[in-house]
């Protein structure tokens, strides 16, 4: 489950400091963070960027397939290793919690429960959504807030989990790994 349990801490402070550049937001890590029971509402600079992204949503695989996808797992060692966030679920053969007469996208292994609270929570899903289009993100779930690709706001979630605990993200399919890399590298070096 934790494959990456012992792998070196990196740089994160020069990571963050990257990205807070990139995404040209000094005060990210304080944005949406007014309170606990508040819904997550990323800055409009991080909504401006998520626009760009493609009118698409892949559904669930009808069978369970085994294993994160090559993208799905490189995201999670990138948050893994750069947010250092330890516990980062993954693949899961289980019905859409949401949806039970649906599988989750976690059984096709395009989907990551990201375990975090608060503003660490909040500046992870606003990355997740500022390089959405880099990173092939379709979905976020994070506290009582969801956002699809295509859209430029995060709306209302009513699921039975409110999502406060952890970040639920998928990737659409087919995300490549040696691409998703090339660009990861190339936002958080940008100047
Ligand atoms: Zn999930």
Known sequence: ??????????????????????????????????????????????????????????????????????????????????????????????????????????ASGRALDVMVEGAKGDLIANWLLAHARDLQVQLVIWRQSIWRSGRADVRRYHGPNPHTDHIHVEVLAGTEPADFFAVVRLHLEAP
């Open 1 to 106: 489950m934790r494959p990456y349990v012992n792998t070196p801490p990196s740089t994160p402070v020069l990571v963050l400091t990257a990205l807070a550049l990139v995404i040209g937001t000094p005060g990210l890590t304080l944005a949406g963070a007014a309170g606990a029971t508040d819904a997550w509402q990323p800055p409009p600079s991080v909504l401006s960027r998520a626009a760009a992204t493609p009118d698409r949503y892949d559904g669930p695989a009808p069978v369970c397939t085994g294993a994160l996808t090559p993208g799905a797992a490189a995201l999670r060692r990138v948050i893994q290793r750069d947010f250092r966030v330890r516990d980062v679920g993954g693949y899961a053969c289980r019905a859409n919690t949401a949806d039970p007469g649906k599988l989750s996208v976690h």
